[in-house]
């Protein structure tokens, strides 16, 4: 009986080594398995939103996390079926933007309730899979705003954005309130374009702005930098940092880091563990899913006194002194 039980002992240990020593341990399967990730987007990846949520996956990719699939320009008739060819190909996360698709989106992640999912959605989580995430980056839209408000000569600010919804006017209302706190003068002109990836309209936009005496430009899309680069004006930028395009252009940029949320999403499918969550705070400056971009090429030419205020005022919203208001109505124009 007793040489029987040390026989199977060692015939245990010697079976679990050989395991280990093939990789077919379970624990280490689970530690090297890469997670399977699809990405839906209607726009190019490199439309500033999207390019920032690409570039969170790419990073897990090169990390050897994930395994990536993405695909681009995609329309919203098309949206659906896409979805749906990544979930039956097996896929274990679905990241997109439900923006314009809610109601097909949500349809798919009822579906394929083992799958998870993790949209851009202006609506609340869908349990059991469906997640929701936002750009979150108020904090530094306002703090991007204070310089604006520091660095216009005419007291004149233009600003370009996508469709009036609650991620774009959010943004919009925390910069004009920035700017308003170091300049109470200050006037705005506010267009939207109608259209998430339409460069010359935009532009066209930023040249009546312009012509109207805005010395600075709210960069909600691309082309407005562009129109203020050919009238020697001044953009504050969105989301991402062009300043290397635009070093005599580009002030200062909030900026958008999706890797808080994308870290998290594949930590918990990779657990086992992914539930319906709003990762929309995961997009603030505590978490550092968003930040003022360094001011670079105009670090001595912005105000020290508007700088000194903006440090200040970074420092109050990280300590949690200063909360920036959201306000997800339409901006209006100030300028009479």
């Known amino acids: 009986m007793t040489n029987r039980r040390i026989f199977t002992g060692r015939l245990l240990c010697t079976s679990m080594a050989i395991s280990a020593t093939l990789g077919l341990a379970p624990a280490l399967v689970s530690a090297q398995t890469k997670v399977k990730v699809a990405a839906v ?3 190019p990846f490199e439309q500033q939103w999207v390019s920032r949520i690409h570039k969170a996956l790419k990073a897990a990719e090169a990390r050897g996390e994930i395994e990536y699939k993405a695909s681009e320009n995609v329309s919203n008739a098309d949206y659906e079926r896409v979805m749906r060819e990544y979930a039956t190909g097996g896929n274990q996360l679905i990241v997109g933007e439900a923006f314009a698709v809610e109601a097909a989106a949500r349809k798919v992640a009822k579906d394929f309730p083992k ?16 997640s929701v995430f936002d750009n979150y980056i108020q904090e ?4 991007s705003g204070m310089i604006a408000g520091g660095m216009t000569k005419t007291n004149k600010i233009g ?8 991620e774009v006017n959010r943004l919009m209302h925390a ?14 002109t506010i267009t939207f374009i109608n259209s998430w990836f339409d460069p010359p309209k935009a532009k066209e936009a930023t040249f009546a702005m312009i012509d109207k005496g805005a010395d600075v ?26 300043q290397d395009k635009y070093p005599d252009t580009v002030v200062a940029s909030a900026l958008w880091n999706m890797e808080p949320s994308i870290d998290r999403a594949l930590k918990l499918v990779k657990d086992g563990k992914f539930t319906a969550e709003d990762y929309g705070p995961y997009s603030m400056m505590k978490h550092k899913g968003s930040e003022l971009a360094p001011l670079g090429t105009f670090e001595k030419k912005v105000p020290a006194d508007i700088v000194a205020k903006v440090k200040a005022k970074e420092a109050d919203i990280l300590a949690g002194k200063f909360t920036v208001k959201v306000d997800d109505s339409q901006p209006k124009s100030t300028a009479k």
């Open 217 to 242: 430009l709210y960069a909600e899309r691309f082309g407005v930098s562009d129109a203020a680069k050919e009238k020697g004006k001044l953009a504050i930028g969105n989301v991402i940092n062009t």
């Open 140 to 143: 530094p839209a306002y703090l």
């Open 41 to 43: 987007y209607t726009v």
């Open 175 to 188: 910069f004009m309130a920035g700017a308003k706190e170091t300049n109470p003068k200050v006037e705005f």
């Open 159 to 166: 600003m370009v954005g996508g469709f009036p919804i609650p």
């Open 115 to 130: 799958t998870s999912f993790l949209l851009g959605s202006s609506g609340k989580p869908q349990a059991p899979n469906f």
